[in-house]
């Protein structure tokens, strides 16, 4: 998992490795000396170990509370943030990724604790992180794995004596508390990923092409770009990195309506179609100088924020839905009605 902000800093690497022998919700962390995104002294990463590499709902709402938020906390406390009436800068905090991690957040308890901490936490459109998520765009990730994939190819011997013993240590007590047994290959093979991965990482994971993504993404602008765009964030940049063929005309509409999007996202929680077409942006119904709201463009499913207090109470909603479905007397109950009706 990778945490990092716009100034081109880390928290630290976390490695999650599957264990088909563990139980099914649980999940161990150890920290691995030498594992890290820099050659700073004295840095720690992790390593969890899970039933599979997609973790479990434990893992997950741990990473919220004891990784994210923590790595929030430390950059306030750095840095101490102020709006211009004095107050605490909210933080806003971009995830990507599985709903089997997102969903945790959404657990009462971190709630209180991600407001306690200021934090907006929000989820781009599906599939759009090639055009939102700041590592993608600057190719970040995509030169991690192409550098991995070329160490691999080439045999190059990247051993790291303080990580093998680390991740030797973590192996053993892990057996010793679960009492299963690992293989020397197997243990072999995750050892030497995680120093292959910790190579590319601190080597194309770099404080400069971390910052870089921000800043191509739109999100990340120099004092001249912020007078020059009147924003913190950049319209034109952030449509740069978008695949459909735009006409100058459509770009000024989507610009000058983003405000009153941006306003119906703080009030309602995300940006609807319905929204869209109150404030005149074109969609594709067969007529001239319309856009096609495909995936590439808007996408099916919208940006959200997950924090807000609307897309908490439609989570619930879905939480007793699924409830509802599960529960063998309202099952009863609806197939009597249907035969009734028939």
């Not at 590319?200 to 739109?218: E, L, Q, W």
């Amino acid at each position: 998992m990778h945490c990092s902000n716009a100034g081109g800093e880390t928290a630290p690497m976390l490695l999650v490795v599957a264990i088909k022998e563990m139980p099914e919700e649980e999940f161990e962390v150890y920290t691995i000396d030498g594992l890290r995104c820099t050659a700073s002294v004295g840095e720690n990463g992790y390593v969890a170990f899970c039933k599979t590499r997609g973790g479990c709902s434990k893992l997950w709402r741990w990473f919220f509370v004891e990784f994210v938020l923590v790595f929030v906390k430390k950059l306030r406390k750095t840095y101490d943030f102020k709006n211009a009436d004095g107050t605490p800068m909210r933080t806003f905090v971009y995830l990507d990724g599985e709903a089997c991690i997102l969903k945790e957040i959404f657990d009462q308890k971190v709630l209180e604790l991600v407001e306690e901490c200021g934090v907006d936490a929000g989820k781009g459109i599906e599939s759009g992180s090639g055009y939102s998520q700041s590592s993608d765009v600057a190719k970040t990730f995509r030169n991690c794995k192409t550098g991995f994939k070329t160490i691999c190819r080439r045999i190059i011997n990247i051993h790291c004596d303080v990580i093998f013993d680390s991740v030797t240590k973590a192996f053993k007590s892990l057996q010793e508390k679960y009492h299963i047994v690992l293989t020397a290959e197997f243990m072999s093979k995750v050892i030497d990923g995680m120093m292959r991965i910790s190579y590319c990482v601190s080597n194309y994971m770099t404080p400069r092409s971390i910052s870089k993504g921000f800043h191509d993404a739109g999100q990340y602008l120099t004092d001249e770009e912020i007078k020059e765009e009147n924003a913190t964030i950049s319209f034109s940049k952030i449509m740069q990195n978008c695949d459909f063929p735009f006409t100058h005309a459509q770009m000024n509409i989507m610009k000058e309506a983003t405000p009153e999007l941006v306003a119906a996202c703080r009030l309602t929680g995300k940006t609807t179609d319905a929204h869209m077409d109150l404030l005149n942006i074109p969609r594709m119904d067969g007529e001239a100088n319309t856009v096609e709201r495909t995936k590439k463009v808007y996408n099916q499913r919208p940006a959200y924020l997950l924090t807000h207090v609307n897309s908490v109470a439609n989570y619930r909603d879905y939480q007793q839905i699924a409830l509802d479905n599960a529960n063998p007397e309202i099952i009863s109950a609806r197939k009597s009605r249907a035969a009734a009706e028939k």
